[in-house]
């Protein structure tokens, strides 16, 4: 009930704000639009580095949203709320990830193809692209909780959360972004996409641990 | 041995490093009222966030019913700041409901309009928080006292930003509540009235620097 | 083994801990100076050769300790992050706080030796390479480790706990990342020759024995600028305490007769 009162909250939140959900998509657009223009226009050009772009386009379009999912609730005063109430702390960063996922995560899945078709991504690989998004995106947001609760009572912290985050998610962008890139050359992206449900599963377990942890140090 | 409601016994804070309190001692029992007053900077709202449980005491313990155990101690207090913690780009009842929900309380939207009600922001229900002026929002934020049925509530300067009449509505709120046998322990600086309620004062003297290695 | 348990307790708490290593500095460092001083001498002076890649590999006697100390140093990071972050032992924390810049000093030395290796080896000054790759990230490691402790440095005890939850999860981190890039340059190309790598790794006990002093001297260059810092650590974030006042007491007196 707790997990369902914050996520709901959250989304809720989120929706009002709509900047929150679109921001994402127009850094993208924005971003994707100067490949052609630095690179060449030339659709083979393109589609070479495409799964590469497409997929870092996705990454970073979630990083800009990460360090306000618990610093707006620290500053607020909406953050002691749900500590003090006694709620367990794994949960409610479970439900803050969650609810950004839902919020940033699937817009961001939603919005890949139409990157892709400017990208010259080849067709085939689509599916592939879709499914290392579906596994990859709750990662940045588990990712995000533990970064952005690291950073909460920090101003200007983005930069710090930027660094913090890269680390971790090195790995993901090399299963991620490998996955369709295979699989634009021809090739099998099992393994690929195995390995990245493995940190899929991880960081599922650990994120919200170690989001905890770091919200406990803060307040003290 | 007391066996009062609610010991805090030696409790001192730190703040980058240097505690800032000589230890507090209070054992506080049903229909009681404490108030916390020093000069500012002196910790009155570094220790009621220890106390509430948000942070930590640097050292001395909370038992509340003979107990340390903190969930039990926070099913039963409701602690209020200075971030009031009201969403602005929820309405008033979006609010309420979200406090009540994580609170594992269920309300219907008869309690939360007669909350609002009595606290003074009757029809304001489907307003943003963020539309309310600073009085109206510390309103908003101090209903929520009326909503959960706690027995302890732990309010850090509540008088702030409220109108005469809103001091007086809030003093009215407290008395109920104590007569009620619920228990309040707040900081406040400036409020005679509330002091002469109160059953117990606790006043924070800087702490007397450490000389044991 | 009562003594092994004493010294344990002695060196977790501050004043011990500054009592008995503030000799230990002058030892450490001359060691460091002598064996580098050695090492580089017999590594670039005496040591043969190679027969594939020249003199250029001489580069190895700085590059591959460095590259040994950067990722020991993390590791006792995370290791003295954990103490911190368990039992909030001050003197870890010290540790942990004085590892981090010689950590990421070795790895810029290790990035940039490597750098300068590679021009005349791959013709290039960079090569993504699994080693370089891993080494670059593990230096954001230790900057992540480094920023989120300046980020609160008002308040040290903080500061200090959260930079060891961000090293216990770089640490955690780690093999993960490390096995992603391994996989990524396996797929991606063949395997490039490296320093120490393959079939060219060094056999001749004339190459080894410098770069087996070069390592030693790394070492004690790390015991000697850690403790220094660690203890310059305590002094600093406890200098209210009766301890610190005494030290202090104690060493304008020491200067004056």
Not at chain 1, 53 to 63: C, D, G, H, Q
Not at chain 3, 64 to 93: D, L
Not at chain 3, 109 to 124: A, D, E, F, S, Y
Not at chain 3, 185 to 197: D, E, F
Request: aromatic letters at 10%; one cysteine or more.
């Amino acid at each position: 009930m707790r997990f369902w009162a914050l996520f709901k909250r959250d989304v809720l939140v989120s929706w009002r704000k709509k900047s929150n959900i679109y921001q994402p998509l127009v850094f993208q657009l924005l971003i994707v639009t100067m490949f052609p223009l630095g690179l060449g226009a030339g659709a083979q050009t393109l589609a070479k580095v495409a799964p590469a772009v497409v997929w870092i386009l996705a990454l970073l379009s979630t990083l800009i949203t990460l360090e306000n999912i618990f610093k707006d609730d620290y500053e607020d005063g909406s953050l002691d709320l749900y500590v003090l109430s006694g709620m367990n702390l794994y949960l409610a960063t479970l439900s803050k990830a969650s609810a950004h996922w839902v919020t940033t995560g699937i817009p961001v899945i939603l919005f890949a193809p139409v990157i892709a078709v400017l990208m010259h991504l080849p067709e085939h690989t689509y599916g592939v692209l879709l499914l290392s998004l579906l596994l990859a995106t709750p990662i940045f947001s588990l990712l995000g909780t533990v970064g952005s609760a690291l950073i909460m009572n920090i101003r200007n912290g983005g930069m710090l959360l930027s660094v913090l985050v890269m680390p971790l998610l090195a790995p993901v962008l090399i299963f991620g972004a490998g996955a369709v890139l295979e699989t634009s050359l021809g090739n099998s992206a099992r393994g690929h996409l195995m390995l990245l449900l493995g940190c899929t599963v991880l960081s599922l377990t650990l994120a919200p641990l170690a989001a905890a942890a770091a919200i406990k140090i803060n307040l003290e | 041995m007391t066996t009062a409601l609610l010991q805090i016994n030696d409790a001192q804070c730190q703040r980058a490093g240097d505690l800032l309190f000589a230890p507090v001692n209070l054992a506080i029992d049903k229909s009681e009222l404490a108030v916390i007053a020093g000069p500012n900077g002196s910790g009155k709202t570094t220790l009621l966030e220890a106390v509430a449980g948000l942070s930590t005491l640097s050292s001395g313990q909370r038992l509340y019913q003979q107990s340390a155990d903190i969930n039990l101690w926070l099913q039963h207090s409701h602690y209020l700041g200075h971030k009031l913690g009201n969403k602005g780009n929820l309405s008033c009842q979006e609010n309420l409901e979200f406090v009540a929900h994580i609170n594992e309380t269920t309300v219907n939207q008869q309690q939360i309009a007669s909350v609002l009600n009595s606290a003074g922001l009757a029809g304001y229900q489907h307003q943003y928080a963020s539309d309310l002026s600073a009085g109206q929002k510390k309103r908003l934020a101090l209903s929520r006292l009326l909503l959960l049925n706690k027995t302890f509530w732990l309010l850090d300067e509540p008088f702030v930003n409220l109108d005469h009449a809103g001091c007086d509505w809030l003093y009215q709120v407290i008395a109920a509540h104590i007569t009620r046998g619920g228990v309040v322990i707040l900081t406040a600086h400036d409020q005679k009235k509330i002091h002469q309620l109160a059953h117990h004062h606790i006043t924070l003297v800087a702490a007397i620097e450490e000389h044991s290695a | 083994m009562n003594r092994i348990v004493k010294f344990y307790h002695e060196m977790g708490s501050p004043p011990s801990f500054y009592r008995i290593t503030r000799h230990w500095l002058k030892p450490m460092l001359f060691l460091a100076i002598v064996l580098t001083l050695y090492g580089l001498i017999d590594g670039l002076f005496f040591a043969p050769t190679d027969y594939q890649q020249g003199d250029s590999y001489r580069i190895i006697f700085v590059h591959v300790p460095a590259a040994w100390m950067s990722m020991f140093i993390y590791a006792i990071i995370g290791i003295a992050g954990i103490i911190t972050f368990v039992w909030r032992m001050k003197v870890a924390e010290a540790v942990m706080m004085a590892c981090v810049p010689i950590g990421a000093l070795f790895t810029v030395i290790t990035l940039l030796t490597g750098m300068l290796w590679g021009k005349p080896m791959w013709g290039t000054y960079w090569d993504w390479d699994a080693r370089m790759t891993s080494e670059l990230i593990l230096l954001f490691l230790y900057i992540g480790v480094m920023g989120i402790y300046s980020a609160y440095e008002e308040d040290p005890r903080k500061a200090a706990r959260l930079a060891a939850l961000v090293a216990i999860i770089g640490l955690v981190n780690l093999p993960i990342i490390r096995y992603s890039v391994v996989w990524w340059t396996s797929i991606h190309q063949g395997s490039s020759i490296s320093l120490m790598g393959g079939s060219n790794g060094i056999k001749d006990w004339d190459m080894l024995r410098p770069l087996l002093v070069m390592a030693l001297a790394t070492k004690f260059y790390f015991i000697y600028s850690m403790l220094s810092r660690a203890q310059s650590y305590l002094l600093k974030t406890e200098s209210k305490k009766q301890w610190v006042k005494q030290v202090i007491k104690k060493e304008l007196s020491g200067d004056q007769s």
